[in-house]
């Protein structure tokens, strides 16, 4: 049995969690820095870190509070050492690596990407091995094959902008505000279906990967060709919102085929859009597979993920006690691959 610190930093989230491998998730908390950047339109990288640093502390004080433990209770720190902003993963890691210096206990690198892709184990029910995944967040789409902890296969990723960089982008030309995909999301709810026809990149393309980019053009071009009523934003909304989630359950759907598997797990911010939600819970119940999503909570960026990876990769003897870090804000998930 072991108590695992979490620790996340890699962008404008601040989260720190507390699992226990015996007795589960036993706190998490977290600080977003939404509105603070929202005045500036998107990530300011420098002011991301200096918030991490405001409220890591705080944030610690809160979880141990939470889960009534003591900071001697910890036997080991993981956090995330990347991809991400390289200031705001430097912050986490500092913070890991000197106070497990301090308690003499082991650290744990772990993959963001790992943390999103892992996240659903923590829901009930919950996906067993092997599984396709759809990474789906605002820097990253990709679909990957997983046999396993450690044991990932890529299938496909995007080419250029990822989905949640879509969903954004398009809400910040109907003027959104700051990240505008539960935004876009929210307005698209009042849309006239079919009044406005997007593509869908790479629908028919024969592979897994996917594009986004061509899709943000078009609808820059829909805002600047329509007097911007509320009705003509939302319907464009709409149209968006319908050519992005098109496009990520025919990939999906396409990776379950092709591998033969038949559980498909949804992880990372853009999988608690309720559309895609939606859309695929109903092809899962028409073609027979499984679907799993993370809790709500945990789609965005979390403690609590990278605490539960950790607890998974000390399993693999991820576990060290070099206390020099380093960061890497790029940072391919597939080099996470463990000896069999």
């Given amino acids: 049995m072991a108590l695992i610190l979490g620790i996340e930093s890699s962008c404008d989230e601040t989260g720190i969690a507390l699992y226990h491998t015996d007795r589960g998730l036993l706190a998490h908390t977290l600080h977003s820095q939404i509105a603070m950047h929202n005045e500036y339109g998107g990530v300011v990288p420098e002011l991301a870190s200096r918030d991490h640093v405001r409220h890591i502390l705080p944030l610690l004080r809160a979880a141990l509070s939470q889960a009534h433990c003591e900071l001697g209770e910890i036997n080991a720190i993981a956090f995330t050492q990347g991809p991400g902003l390289s200031g705001a993963l430097l912050v986490g890691a500092s913070v890991a690596c000197s106070l497990a210096y301090a308690l003499d206990i082991p650290t744990i690198a772990v993959h963001h990407l790992e943390g999103h892709l892992l996240s659903p184990l923590l829901s009930d029910p919950a996906p067993e091995f092997p599984f396709v995944a759809l990474l789906v967040s605002g820097g990253h789409t990709q679909l990957m094959r997983v046999d396993g902890v450690g044991h990932y296969t890529l299938l496909g990723e995007t080419l250029d902008d990822a989905a949640g960089e879509a969903f954004d982008k398009s809400a910040k030309l109907l003027g959104l505000d700051y990240p505008g995909g539960a935004l876009l999301s929210k307005l698209a709810q009042d849309g006239i279906p079919g009044r406005f026809k997007l593509p869908r990149p790479m629908l028919h393309s024969g592979d897994l990967d996917f594009s986004f980019s061509g899709l943000k053009t078009a609808v820059l071009v829909a805002v600047q060709k329509n007097a911007q009523d509320e009705q003509t934003r939302a319907d464009i909304a709409l149209a968006a919102q319908d050519a992005i989630v098109a496009v990520l359950i025919?990939?999906?759907?396409?990776?379950?085929?092709?591998?033969?598997?038949?559980?498909?797990?949804?992880?990372?911010?853009?999988?608690?859009?309720?559309?895609?939600?939606?859309?695929?819970?109903q092809a899962a119940e028409q073609q027979n597979f499984n679907v799993f999503y993370p809790d709500l909570e945990f789609c965005t960026d979390n403690g609590a993920m990278?605490?539960?990876?950790?607890?998974?990769?000390?399993?693999?003897?991820?576990?060290q006690r070099d206390y020099r870090f380093n960061v890497k804000p790029r940072w391919d998930l597939q080099q996470l691959n463990y000896a069999a």
Avoid: D, E, P, Y
Wanted: hydrophobic share 50%; glycine share 10%.
């Fill in 250 to 281: 025919k990939k999906s759907l396409s990776a379950l085929k092709l591998t033969g598997l038949r559980q498909l797990v949804i992880a990372g911010g853009v999988g608690a859009n309720q559309a895609l939600r939606a859309q695929l819970n």
């Fill in 306 to 319: 990278i605490a539960f990876a950790g607890a998974m990769r000390m399993q693999q003897h991820a576990a």
